[in-house]
């Protein structure tokens, strides 16, 4: 099953739109994109540890993308929450 969903998430008083999506075969495996100021597309992917922290990988990621583990992690299971809603 194909799960993707947006987030609006406010980061150093900028809101930002974060699209996630699901990567088959694992519930704490996502990918993430955001566009920068530049209007770049920044890529990355989200996985959930074994003591459900969330991290952050990804190639030349700004600081500010970094920095923002914990709410992306809570966009994310807020997303799946909403979605597993009947």
């Given at each position: ?16 739109e974060f ?59 807020e997303g ?7």
């Amino acid at each position: 099953m194909n799960i993707a969903f947006t987030k609006i998430i406010r980061l150093s008083a900028r809101l930002w739109e974060f699209n996630f999506r699901r990567l088959p075969g694992d519930h704490f495996n996502f990918h993430g994109d955001v566009t920068n100021e530049k209007g770049e597309r920044l890529q990355f992917s989200l996985y959930k540890d074994a003591h459900d922290v969330w991290h952050v990988t990804g190639q030349k990621l700004p600081l500010w993308i970094a920095d923002a583990e914990q709410a992306l992690g809570e966009a994310i299971e807020e997303g799946m929450a909403e979605i597993a809603k009947p």
